[in-house]
C-alpha cells in the first residue's frame, strides 16, 4: 500500500520547482518504463499493478525499488486522465556537452515552449537516428509529465541538453555547417 508521504512526493512531481529540488521526474506506461531498464536513467521506484510485475519480473532491475499498488492508488498518483498500468519515479541524470560528436546531425531548438511539440520532435529525431538535441535555456523541460508522454519512450535513446544557445553556436567547430528554419 502507498503511503500519503509517498503520494504527495509522487503530486509534487508534476511541478517543475519540484523536480528541480528532488532531482527526480516521473515515467508512466508499460512501454515506456522498460525502456528505462537499458538506458543512462536511474529508476528509484515503480508503482504498478500486480499483472504488469508479473508480465515484467524478471526485466525489472534488481535495485530498483518495486511498489504493488491498486488500480485506485494508481489512480491518485498518476498525471494521466486513464492511467496505465505502471508509474516510475526517476533521477534526472547530470548531462554534459563535451559528450556531443559533431560527425553528426545535431538539431538546436530555440524558445519551444509546448511540451507536446518537444515530446514529437524528440521521437522524430529518434526515428531519423539523431541522438543529440541541444535546447535553448528557456525551452521548455524535457521532464514536463507531457513531453515524456509525447516522446514516448525516445528519451532514453536521444541526448537532450539545455545551454545558452549564442555561447553554444559560436563554440562549435570550425568548418561545420550550420542551417537554420524559423
Avoid at 516521473?26 to 536513467?41: A, C, Y
Avoid at 548531462?95 to 520532435?121: F, M, W
Amino acid at each position: 500500500m502507498i503511503s500519503k508521504n509517498q503520494i504527495k512526493h509522487i503530486a509534487s512531481l508534476k511541478l517543475p520547482k519540484f523536480r528541480n529540488e528532488y532531482n527526480e521526474f516521473l515515467v508512466e506506461g508499460e512501454k515506456m518504463v522498460p525502456e528505462l531498464f537499458n538506458s543512462i536513467f536511474k529508476i528509484k521506484q515503480i508503482f504498478a499493478l500486480e499483472d504488469w510485475i508479473s508480465a515484467n519480473q524478471k526485466m525489472i532491475p534488481g535495485n530498483v525499488e518495486l511498489e504493488k499498488v491498486s488500480p485506485k492508488e494508481l489512480g491518485r498518483i498518476s498525471t494521466l486522465k486513464t492511467p496505465n498500468k505502471v508509474l516510475a519515479v526517476v533521477s534526472i541524470p547530470e548531462t554534459d556537452l563535451t559528450s556531443i560528436k559533431y560527425n553528426r546531425l545535431i538539431l538546436v531548438l530555440d524558445k519551444l515552449q509546448d511540451p507536446g511539440n518537444l515530446g514529437t520532435i524528440i521521437r522524430t529525431a529518434d526515428w531519423f537516428g539523431i541522438k543529440d538535441i541541444i535546447c535553448s535555456e528557456d525551452t521548455v523541460s524535457l521532464y514536463n509529465p507531457k513531453v515524456i508522454q509525447s516522446a514516448m519512450g525516445s528519451i532514453t535513446r536521444v541526448n537532450i541538453h539545455y545551454t545558452a544557445l549564442k555561447d553554444f553556436l559560436k563554440n562549435i567547430p570550425k568548418g561545420l555547417p550550420v542551417y537554420g528554419s524559423l
